[in-house]
């Protein structure tokens, strides 16, 4: 292979690697990006009942157990007029939110290792 090829594949996987990392994450990102609810079991639910006050990026962008969903619901009913959903609908949603929206481990990405991280002129 001579250096003019090696030169042009090299240029074609440097190129093609963001093109490759993005269409790998976009198909579950896709959803939540839009502000769009996953749509599983229970999610005609979540839309009827939820975005009829605020809009279905707001609980996309949240995460939680069932008692931090339950919690955000009681407060909705004490203080922003939503009303008694009713046992039954609210096990519903409840279940819905914390399957799809449930509590994360981490919101930050990790750190960089080490030898990744730049000279620190401090130490």
């Not at 939110?97 to 929206?101: C, P």
């Given at each position: 292979m001579t250096n003019r090829m090696k030169t042009i594949w090299l240029t074609l996987i440097?190129?093609?690697l963001p093109l490759i990392f993005t269409t790998a994450g976009s198909a579950a990102q896709e959803s939540t990006a839009s502000g769009e609810l996953i749509q599983e079991e229970g999610w005609q639910l979540v839309r009827d009942n939820c975005t009829e006050c605020h809009s279905s990026q707001i609980i996309v962008q949240n995460s939680g157990s069932r008692e931090v969903w339950k919690s955000r619901i009681e407060w909705m009913q004490d203080s922003q007029g939503l009303g008694e959903l009713g046992a039954e609908l609210e096990g519903s949603i409840l279940d819905y939110?914390?399957?799809?929206?449930g509590q994360k481990t981490a919101s930050r990405r990790q750190a960089l290792p080490a030898h990744l991280m730049p000279p620190n002129p401090n130490l």
């Open positions: 440097t190129l093609s939110l914390a399957t799809n929206y």
